[in-house]
Each structure stands twice: as structure tokens, then as C-alpha cells.
């Protein structure tokens, strides 16, 4: 089945520097990937939608400049928080789809999620 | 905007009894995809389940069934025999048909809590 890989699974870093998370498909081209936050005992919300070879869409309320997404390949999706905050701890979600023509289309598959601190 | 309602933040039940969660939505498009995930401590997004709203048949997998009723706009989880492993936060999950346009809309989510 399609797998979906992400990277670091838990990072603590300081205040004002960045963090770059990665999301890789392992066994299939993902043209759309998409980043989902979580915060303690809530729901996922999206927060952009990450199109290779073309810019992010963001939904409304999230920072471009702080969440810059890089969708530079068809397997391959980055977030890097930029000079993060206390506030930007949270839990980091990462999801693709298999094309329409494979067998696992129309199901997203989830990253396993990076737990980002900042002290 | 579709929206996605879990009025139950929190259910409980015994070991091998069964368990429905609640689920409703609202949206204009006449199709579209539904989903269960499940969420055990690990945060991992499990999928349990899903249905095609284009099809009148209720989805099952093993244990796992789904009642959907399209006009009432609900999609209740009904989960037979529940074991040990069933406890985790489950999420309903809304997505559009639209290719390129597969993000997913999650109700807050039902807390499972398994009694032995």
C-alpha cells in the first residue's frame, strides 16, 4: 500500500531559529501533498496544500512567510517553520494521495508526524 | 465550505459490546468521499473506513461498519466485538471528489475508551 514518510518524527529546538520537516512518498508520485497542524487533543487542521513545481496554497490565517512550503519533487514536500516560537509547538501532519489510476487512489495516507518543541 | 460535526467527545464501551459514533455533515456537492480514521496514542492516522457517496451500500470492514444516510447528511461508525486496540480518537473526514483537490475537512473527533 502507499506509504508516506516523515521526517524528523520529533524536533526541539530555540526560540528564532528554523525547522525544516520533510514528507516523502515511498512507493508512488504524489503531485499534491498537504500539512495538517494538531495541537493537544484536537482535531487536524489544514493548514496548506503543497503542489509540486508551483507555489503552496494556504489556507486562510496561516502565515506564508512563517510556514514556507517547497514541493520541489513528485515525492518530496517540506515545511520549514521559520523563525519559530513557543507558539509554533504543535504536532506537524503530512498526507498525499496515489494518483487517480492506482490502487489506492482517492485515500490519502498520513505521515507519522513530527512533534515540534520550541523553548 | 463543508463542515464536519463529532457531538460526542468522548464514548465509552465494554469490551466485545458494539459502539456507534456519531457523525454529520453538511456540504452542496452532490459527491464525495467519506472517511473514519483513527487515531491511537502513537498519532498515526489510521484509516478505518470508507464511503463513496455515489454508492447507496453501506460500507463494512470486518468489525467496522458505516451507517450513511446522504439526505440526512450523517455518517455514524458502528464498531462490533470492540477490543482492547479499538481505543483511540476517531476522526470523521469529509473530501471532494475534485482531482488535485483530495484535503480532507475532520470533525473534532470521538475519544474511545475500551472497558475491559
Known amino acids: 500500500g502507499a506509504v508516506v514518510s516523515q521526517h524528523p518524527s520529533w524536533v526541539i529546538c530555540k526560540s528564532g531559529t528554523s525547522v525544516k520537516i520533510e514528507c516523502r512518498s515511498l512507493d508512488f508520485q504524489a503531485t499534491t501533498m498537504f500539512w495538517y497542524r494538531q495541537f493537544p487533543k484536537q482535531s487536524l487542521m489544514l493548514m496548506a496544500t503543497?503542489?509540486?513545481?508551483?507555489?503552496?496554497?494556504?489556507e486562510q490565517g496561516v502565515e506564508k512567510d512563517k510556514f514556507l512550503i517547497n514541493h520541489a519533487s513528485l515525492t518530496l514536500s517540506t515545511l520549514t517553520v521559520t523563525s519559530a516560537h513557543p507558539e509554533d509547538s504543535s504536532f506537524y501532519i503530512c498526507?498525499?494521495?496515489?494518483?487517480?489510476?492506482?490502487?489506492?487512489?482517492?485515500?490519502?495516507?498520513f505521515g507519522a508526524g513530527s512533534r515540534l518543541t520550541v523553548l | 465550505a463543508q463542515t464536519v460535526t463529532q457531538s460526542q467527545p468522548e464514548m465509552s464501551v465494554q469490551e466485545a459490546e458494539t459502539v456507534t459514533l456519531s457523525c454529520t455533515y453538511d456540504?452542496?456537492?452532490?459527491?464525495?468521499?467519506l472517511f473514519w480514521y483513527k487515531q491511537p496514542p502513537s498519532r498515526q492516522m489510521i484509516l478505518v473506513i470508507r464511503q463513496e457517496a455515489y454508492k447507496q451500500q453501506n460500507a463494512t470492514e470486518n468489525r467496522f461498519s458505516v451507517n450513511f444516510q446522504k439526505a440526512a447528511k450523517s455518517f455514524s461508525l458502528k464498531i462490533s466485538d470492540s477490543q482492547l486496540g479499538d481505543a483511540a480518537m476517531y476522526f470523521c473526514?469529509?473530501?471532494?471528489?475534485?482531482?488535485?483537490?483530495?484535503?480532507?475537512?475532520f470533525g473534532t473527533g470521538t475519544r474511545l475508551t475500551i472497558i475491559p
Open positions: 503543497s503542489n509540486e513545481g508551483s507555489k503552496a496554497t494556504y
Open positions: 456540504t452542496s456537492e452532490s459527491d464525495y468521499y
Open positions: 473526514a469529509y473530501r471532494s471528489p475534485i482531482f488535485g483537490n483530495e484535503k480532507l475537512t
Open positions: 498526507s498525499a494521495s496515489p494518483p487517480p489510476t492506482s490502487s489506492g487512489a482517492n485515500v490519502l495516507t
